[in-house]
Each structure stands twice: as C-alpha cells, then as structure tokens.
C-alpha cells in the first residue's frame, strides 16, 4: 500500500531551519517524557544537558491525566504488565505529565539554550496550547497513531509532523500519512518504532526503515526504546534520519521512563555515533582515499634481496616480493623470472624494467 504521495517529500523540510531529509545528517531529540519527576528544576536541567550532549531538540509531551484518560478504578483502566504493572492509568499519568504551566518557560529555556523544543499533543487543547508557544512542529506518538482527527488538527498548522509506528499496521501507516497530508502538513516523518518498554534489540527489525522511507515517499527514522545507543546507530546507517531518543539525568533518580532512558554522557555518545555512521556512508568509491596514501609503502612489490651481478638471471633466490611497496608489483615476477640484469643491483634495490634486459 502507497499513501498519498507528496512529491516533496523525498525533498525533505525544515524544523525551525533544520533541513530534514534522506540526504541530511541525522536530527536527534532527546525525548524528556515524564522523567522531570514532577520538578520544573530537573526538566530545565535535562535540557541544558541536552544541548550540552548535541541534541538537535528536545520533545516535551503535553496532555493532563484528564485530557488522556478517566479517573477510574475499573480493570480496563489498569495497567497489567511491564514497568507500570498494577497502576491505575490516571495514576500514571498524573505523576508523568508536564505541567500546562511549565511549558512557556521550557519553551523560553529552549530559545535561551539554543535549542528546539516541541512537543507531542494528545488532544486539540494540547494544540492550541503549542501553537500559542510557536511549536515548530508536533510528534504523534505511536499510541495516538490511529487517532485520525488528532492528526488533521496537528497538520492543519501547517508545521511537520513526525509519526511514530509502534503497533500500527501497514494500513493503519498509510491511513495516518494520509491523513497528515491532506490536511496539510508541512511535511511527514515516520519513525519505526516497538512500542515496548525496554524494546528487545532482536525485535528491532531495522531494515523496516528503508522500507518506510521507499513505500510511504517520506523522510524515516526510529523512535528507540531498546537499551543503550547500539540500535540507534544502526539505524543511521540504514537510513534513518530523526532518531528520538528519552533522557534522563540519572536512571538512579527514578521516573516513569528512566530505565529505558540514556543518561547526559550516554547521550553525547549518541549524537557522536550518529553522526559518526551518517558520515561514514559517504558514496560508492573504489578510489584510492586520501588517508590512505601514506601508507601505499607498506604493500608489497618486488625487491633484489641478494646481491644481483650484471648479466645475471632474475630468479625466486635473488628477487622477493617484500615491503615495502616502492618496487614493481608482485603480479610482474613472472614476466621477471629469466631476465638478465643491465647492471649490478643491490640487496635491497626496488625492481624497475630499467634495470632488467
């Protein structure tokens, strides 16, 4: 299945004047989800840490545990497994969310630093909130993936908008793309995601990206989930272009995320291989590459490894292929063998056809 194609799209865009595109380097957002720990202090510190790290942005998430779910007791509105097994859902959320309040000055926080904020809605309140604080764009996260009118609302801003996948089916994928850019959407990214929490590295399935950026005529990445910075990284070098992942300042702290989240220094080496594999991709070249040119002298080639007298028969006994690589190749022995020299050649004289009959 193809969703609605946007010619531009392979093109890429711009989030608050970063280009966004498959030719582009990676942009990383240090997600801060709920592990400010319900301390303003500790998200202004996260983000600081962030720019700190090199994150391109930081990703807030903005609802209220009644804007997300029901302050209820039932068994639907329980939490069976993982890391928030037994909790009420209203619980969760209530100790997760980031304050209404807090977001105009971890917007103005972000301006200061000198990196982007934005945030991830879950409903139209959410919206107009952001849009009053000029959010740059909006991220859908997987679990709001099949919410269409959530979508429309977000992409008629016109800002871009990044879709995370986790759960969602090929055509539930094309239903969200769809729909982001009839309604006008400044432009789509999909993140391949697992939403689990950690995610299992052999679940990961990365060649997925490719298949998301081809299929869907979009700009791809991951939302990363699993532990550590190892599954990122690959993903660069498979074509993802935004990877997302959650920060913390220490797992020790606690929070909702923190055991799936990277501390500051993990972070930095995040941004670091990210980079690193994008750059590394380079182009396809069989060229000889600058840095290498040193070492041409360490090849092998052909040397006089006794003393050879004029006149004399080249054989296996006086000429070697040795380093280092100054002389003839080794592939020209046998073109060698039986010629006689012109003059004297000394142990250790590089083999040229000037100095053979």
């Given at each position: 299945?193809?969703?609605?194609?946007?010619?531009?799209?392979?093109?890429?865009?711009?989030?608050?004047?970063?280009?966004?595109?498959?030719?582009?380097?990676?942009y990383l957002i240090a997600e801060l989800s709920g592990n400010h720990n319900g301390?303003?202090?500790?998200?202004?510190?996260?983000?600081?840490?962030?720019?700190?790290?090199?994150?391109?942005?930081?990703?807030?998430?903005?609802?209220?545990?009644?804007?997300?779910?029901?302050?209820?007791?039932?068994?639907?509105?329980?939490?069976?497994?993982?890391?928030?097994?037994?909790?009420?859902?209203?619980?969760?959320?209530?100790?997760?969310?980031?304050?209404?309040?807090?977001?105009?000055?971890?917007?103005?926080?972000?301006?200061?630093?000198?990196?982007?904020?934005?945030?991830?809605?879950?409903?139209?309140?959410?919206?107009?909130?952001?849009?009053?604080?000029?959010?740059?764009?909006?991220?859908?996260?997987?679990?709001?993936?099949?919410?269409?009118?959530?979508?429309?609302?977000?992409?008629?801003?016109?800002?871009?908008?990044?879709?995370?996948?986790?759960?969602?089916?090929?055509?539930?994928?094309?239903?969200?793309?769809?729909?982001?850019?009839?309604?006008?959407?400044?432009?789509?990214?999909?993140?391949?995601?697992?939403?689990?929490?950690?995610?299992?590295?052999?679940?990961?399935?990365?060649?997925?990206?490719?298949d998301l950026a081809a299929r869907f005529d979009v700009v791809a990445g991951l939302?990363?989930?699993?532990?550590?910075?190892?599954?990122?990284?690959?993903?660069?070098?498979?074509?993802?272009?935004?990877?997302?992942?959650?920060?913390?300042?220490?797992?020790?702290?606690?929070?909702?995320?923190?055991?799936?989240?990277?501390?500051?220094?993990?972070?930095?080496?995040?941004?670091?291989?990210?980079?690193?594999?994008?750059?590394?991709?380079?182009?396809?070249?069989?060229?000889?590459?600058?840095?290498?040119?040193?070492?041409?002298?360490?090849?092998?080639?052909?040397?006089?490894?006794?003393?050879?007298?004029?006149?004399?028969?080249?054989?296996?006994?006086?000429?070697?292929?040795?380093?280092?690589?100054?002389?003839?190749?080794?592939?020209?022995?046998?073109?060698l063998l039986g010629r006689k020299a012109r003059a004297g050649i000394a142990r250790?004289?590089?083999?040229?056809?000037?100095?053979?009959?």
């Open positions: 299945m193809k969703a609605v194609v946007d010619s531009a799209a392979s093109r890429g865009f711009a989030i608050a004047g970063r280009e966004i595109a498959q030719h582009s380097p990676p301390k303003l202090d500790r998200a202004l510190a996260l983000m600081a840490a962030a720019k700190a790290a090199g994150a391109d942005a930081v990703k807030l998430q903005t609802y209220t545990a009644d804007t997300i779910t029901l302050d209820h007791d039932g068994p639907d509105f329980r939490i069976d497994g993982g890391p928030w097994a037994g909790r009420r859902l209203y619980d969760l959320y209530n100790e997760a969310h980031t304050p209404w309040e807090w977001h105009e000055a971890l917007f103005a926080r972000g301006r200061a630093l000198g990196i982007t904020v934005f945030s991830t809605p879950f409903d139209l309140t959410a919206i107009r909130l952001l849009e009053d604080l000029g959010a740059p764009a909006y991220k859908i996260a997987s679990f709001e993936v099949i919410d269409l009118p959530l979508i429309e609302a977000a992409a008629r801003t016109g800002k871009p908008l990044i879709i995370s996948t986790g759960m969602a089916d090929l055509g539930e994928i094309g239903e969200a793309v769809a729909a982001a850019r009839m309604a006008g959407a400044g432009g789509v990214v999909l993140l391949h995601c697992v939403s689990a929490y950690p995610a299992p590295p052999e679940e990961a399935n990365l060649a997925t990206i490719a939302s990363d989930h699993t532990l550590g910075t190892a599954v990122a990284m690959a993903a660069v070098a498979l074509g993802a272009r935004v990877i997302e992942k959650h920060v913390t300042l220490a797992r020790a702290d606690g929070g909702p995320d923190s055991a799936f989240s990277l501390e500051p220094s993990e972070l930095a080496q995040l941004v670091e291989g990210c980079r690193a594999s994008y750059a590394a991709l380079g182009r396809v070249s069989y060229e000889r590459e600058p840095s290498e040119r040193a070492n041409l002298m360490f090849r092998r080639s052909l040397y006089a490894v006794r003393d050879i007298s004029a006149g004399e028969a080249i054989t296996e006994d006086n000429v070697r292929s040795i380093r280092p690589g100054h002389g003839l190749a080794p592939k020209y022995l046998p073109a250790g004289t590089a083999l040229s056809w000037s100095l053979v009959d």
